[in-house]
């Protein structure tokens, strides 16, 4: 059962629980796929055992376990890509583990990569090159490989750190078993993505993308597992998110144990943008083209890509894991982070949007299809305990900005142009001849007002408004042309606008030009105006030319006994285009 205090107002449905399953792993060795391509996806999960113990690969189906592998070691990640493109498109599982990349198809070992040996320190060599002729004893052999692991830039191998390690009774021993073994020094693998090979379809050919103990990246062919591209990091890699692909274009997010993130682009060896987290990252995720971390100082933080901070959310608990959320149904993306207070928050930007209480402390997450649900959210617990989720279809996120600080609105970056030669010279010019420049706009601005003015006076002595602006005769008028001629109908709406007096003794009157138009009734007496009633006055107008020409019609209404109009209207002749079709 959940332990929501609303179940009946949460967004997921509690598919299953299983308290006992026995499942320890992390977000970095889970994933789901349909590994056997009959549509029903699986979850695939690197189990890492009890106390370093019983390390298995897991295959879940549906609430139940399909099969498991023993794994020769920890595993560091777990990864699901399509190696080719031959018929049936069953994709293949990578385990990370150590120094190896364990391959397997149709969940059967198929292929074994190992990473490349480094180069020895030659100091390390000469030393255990003496010890080997017996040239020094123990103790001597100590000393030496302590001064060099204290100032040597090649760090020790794995034999001689273990020696270090090893008591004074027992270093002989030690030394005359492995002294006349060479020398290895061997990395490990740290995390494990995948990048689309040529093209971005959801079942394209995928490569490997592997970051190492020495500071490296790198990416292998899918096929023959050659390192197709290597890139170097100023430190060790925790957490990869890879976008692109590489016969085309691609960048590598990769956060380090240095507290910073930092972007490889396609043919560079380098970092290309360096982003210096508050803390030491707790895990990384990529929402649309933004960048996400999580840290240890209890914070959520978002950047661009080009490492712009953005927000910046703090969490009310320590932060145990964090994924990626994506309802491709919807375009919806959010992020989903763990925290040790067993409560899950669910983060669209910097706004919380869901918050999920488990039974347990969250270590793993994994959101996709499993099964032939869509959307299917998996969690695993510290007590080793496994919860499947459903989301369900009529599940709507509201976002929520419940951090404090300044608006959503206010952190939206605005699209300001750059600043071109012409706008730079202007704003010179501006500055030098400010006063000058000031004076001309305002007496501009005086003469706009005082025109304004006078063709407002003007058009209220002279009544050219449709609007009467005498108080004794409120009166508004429109008119409205209809038909496409020779003949049209010409219908005048005339309103009193007064409180409660009638408008009486009324005349309507045209003007127009009598070589184009022609009028039965150009000048008629008006009924008496009722207030607040609307007046339609029809009469017809006939186009006598075939040029197809127009002309205003001049609309006046008059008092009876008065020359001056009390509001008149202008009408604009459409072009009679019967009589030209004619």
Known sequence: MSLSSNEANSKWLDAHYDPMANVYTF????????LHGDGEYKLVVGDLGMAGHTMRLKVYRGTGLASESTLLDLPSAVSTFLMDQNEPRTPAVAVASGPFVYVYKNLRPYFKFTLPPLDANPLE??????????????????????????????????????????DVPEMENFVNLHKGQPIKRQTVITCMSTLKKNM?????????????????VLILDPEAFTILAKMTLPSVPAFLDVMGQFDVEYRVTVACRDGSIYILRRESKRPKYCIELSAQPVGLVRVHKNIVAGCSDETLQGYTQKGKKLWTVYLPAPLMTMSLLDQKSRGFQAVMVGLANQVVHMYRDKNLVDVIRTQDVVTS?????YGREDNTLIMTTKGGGLIIKILKRTAVFEEKDTSLGPPVAQSIRLSVPKKTRLYVDQTLRERENAVAMHRVFQMDLYRLRLMAARAYVKALESSLAPITSTRQEPLKMNAVVQGIGPTFKLTLHIQNTSAGRPSINLLVSFLYDQSLYAMKRAFFKAPMLVPGLNYPIE????????????????????????????????????????????
Do not use: Y
């Not at 971005?200 to 490296?216: K, P, R």
């Open 200 to 216: 971005a379809d959801e079942d394209a050919v995928s490569c490997l993308v592997i970051g190492t103990e020495s500071a490296d």
């Open 125 to 166: 060599q000469d030393v255990w090159e003496q010890a080997k002729e017996d040239m020094i004893d123990p103790l001597t052999l100590k000393e030496m490989l302590e001064g060099i692991r204290e100032k040597a830039e090649i760090p020790l191998s794995v034999r001689s750190l273990r020696f270090l390690a090893q």
């Open 27 to 34: 977000s970095s060795c889970i994933a789901l796929a349909d």
């Open 539 to 582: 009469t017809f107008v006939e186009c006598l030319s075939d040029k197809g020409i127009s002309d205003v019609i001049k609309v006046f209404v008059l008092r009876e006994g008065q020359s001056m109009p009390l509001l008149t209207a202008h009408i604009n002749m459409p072009v009679s285009e019967g009589l030209a079709a004619a």
């Open 365 to 369: 997450i994994c959101f996709g299809r």
